[in-house]
């Protein structure tokens, strides 16, 4: 079988789709730590209509075959506002991207990765970054460090095997992505105690928390200074209405009030930090099925949500702040206050903050100053067309 042919097609239909979606599952169901997601999640993620993605990007599908049998999956995919972005912060015209990628052994990873790149040079794209599984907010780069353990809620994690299949196709790293994992039952240093006593004796500082009932509210205010903040970091595609509208929609379940925090300096929102509780917990319970009894465990959990790891998938300054010492002192003050919350009101015991760029000096500074560790790199990777 190994020697069969391989056949690359694209998917057209439903039932090439399931067939895309189930080939996740059946690679990975062995690997313990895999955390399946939901089915259900996939299929909106990979639906025009469903994800506002595809409002603004073109995206094709592919699977390879061996001997009848599905062997591997790959999306090749434009997005047209990445293309808009400066070329020197890591998007910009001509770059195109694929994701999703599983493969059976390394022929049928070549064969994938070459459809892909084929199908973007027939799009007028002239290089690729890759993966991004779709975009850069949602699950990007390759797991390069960290395969002993699950990840948290909205990190990826892949097969070992593809760092080296992917370089030696002629990738090279374009840019790494880590987190970092810190004991949330031990106090901050004194130095980051300091700074935070003295912005809470600023009058001029509020940390608030979020209010669920005005969640429309809180939602924009957040993506405007995460559009602000962020605009200038590599890689940055900004955030349609569609996109915020939608994000908020998925993550409400997951909100509670005491774990995403609002800065404001002089009564206006400068900053804000968001924490999620790691919902991969009861999905690796799970084994991503909500059926026959999966929804009731999933309900039950999402009530009063009890686990190991919380996870800062995003906080974001105002740029006209960033070089201030306000900016280190907001973020220490809104970390301390999600820590203690975390540990007291949820059982927690550790944290995970990130991703965060290798040379995001600003954010490693204070990653380090809190005495937290990289616990996994994802790479992005890039070649010429």
Request: include cysteine.
């Amino acid at each position: 079988m190994a020697n069969a042919e391989i056949t690359v097609t694209p998917v057209t239909d439903k039932a090439g789709l399931n067939a895309f979606i189930d080939l996740g599952y059946r690679l990975n169901r062995s690997d313990p730590n895999w955390v399946p997601p939901l089915r259900s999640e996939v299929v909106e993620m990979l639906t025009p209509g469903k994800n506002p993605f595809h409002d603004h990007a073109r995206m094709q599908l592919f699977l390879a075959h061996r001997g009848g049998e599905v062997v591997g999956r790959i999306s090749a995919h434009i997005d047209e506002l990445a293309l808009t972005q400066p070329a020197e912060q890591g998007m910009g015209p001509g770059t195109g991207n694929w994701g999703l990628f599983e493969a059976s052994d390394e022929a049928v990873g070549r064969a994938l990765i070459d459809a892909a790149e084929q199908w973007l040079r027939g799009q007028g794209m002239t290089r690729v970054l890759a993966p991004l599984s779709l975009s850069v907010w949602e699950e990007p780069g390759l797991l390069t460090k960290g395969h002993d353990h699950p990840p948290t809620v909205m990190m990826g994690h892949d097969n070992p095997a593809y760092q080296g299949w992917i370089e030696g196709d002629g990738y090279t790293p374009a840019k790494k992505l880590a987190t970092y994992a810190l004991d949330i039952t031990q106090e901050f240093p004194p130095l980051i105690k300091r700074i935070v006593q003295s912005g809470e004796r600023n009058e001029r500082i509020r940390i608030r928390q979020v209010e669920v009932k005005h969640f429309d509210r809180e939602a924009r205010i957040i993506c405007e200074i995460l559009n602000d903040a962020w605009s200038d970091n590599w890689g940055f595609v900004p955030f349609t209405e569609a996109e915020i509208a939608h994000t908020g929609k998925k993550l409400k379940p997951l909100v509670r009030e005491d774990l995403i925090m609002i800065a404001e300096y002089d009564g206006r929102p400068v900053a804000f930090m968001m924490t999620l509780p790691n919902l991969n917990e009861p999905l690796k319970a799970i084994g991503g099925k909500l059926f026959p009894f999966g929804w009731a465990r999933l309900l039950w959990w999402l009530r009063k949500p009890k686990g190991e790891t919380m996870r800062v998938p995003l906080m974001g300054v105002l740029k006209e702040y960033q070089s201030s010492r306000l900016a280190s002192q907001l973020a220490f003050m809104m970390i301390e206050y999600i820590r203690r919350n975390a540990n007291a009101h949820y059982g927690s015991t550790r944290g995970e903050i990130g991703w965060i760029l290798d040379d995001n000096q600003g954010m490693v500074a204070i990653a380090d100053a809190i005495e937290s560790t990289i616990n996994k790199e994802y790479t992005i990777y890039e070649k010429g067309l």
